[in-house]
């Protein structure tokens, strides 16, 4: 079976090569630009994102009027630790999560829609 693979045999020149760390200063470069680079572009704004968000439900309070993720516009009726009552037509409420909250409107947005 020893016929259909040939040997393989280590060329003498090459641990002479191999010998320094020729290229280690440049790796390191590439490295930490690259973790700037990924600091920059996606935790920072992500960062931010996450605590204009919390800020947001951190500040609701009633009679504020609110857009949801899911795109439904109402008026905060009551707001608790983790849910809002959202009243999005007369007599019609709908309670949410609040971080399903996703942008306050400003006063008299839905009179005017």
């Known amino acids: 079976m020893s016929f259909l693979i040939p040997a393989a045999y280590a060329d003498a020149a090459a641990p002479a090569a191999a010998a320094g760390p020729a290229g280690s200063g440049f790796e390191w470069v590439f490295l ?3 973790l700037v680079i990924f ?3 996606i935790w920072r704004p992500q ?3 996450a605590k204009e968000h919390k800020n ?3 500040g609701l ?3 504020d ?3 949801t993720s899911g795109g439904i516009i109402g008026k905060v ?3 608790t630790d983790d849910f809002v009552v959202v009243e999005i037509s007369d007599n019609v409420e709908l309670k949410f999560q609040k971080q399903a909250i996703a942008a ?3 006063k008299g947005t839905l009179k005017s829609i």
Do not use: D, H, N, S
């Open 61 to 63: 309070q009633k009679g």
């Open 77 to 79: 009726t009551k707001v």
């Open 56 to 58: 947001l439900l951190g």
């Open 104 to 106: 306050t409107l400003p």
């Open 65 to 67: 009027e609110v857009v």
């Open 39 to 41: 600091y920059l572009m």
């Open 47 to 49: 960062a931010k994102r």
């Open 32 to 34: 930490i630009g690259f």
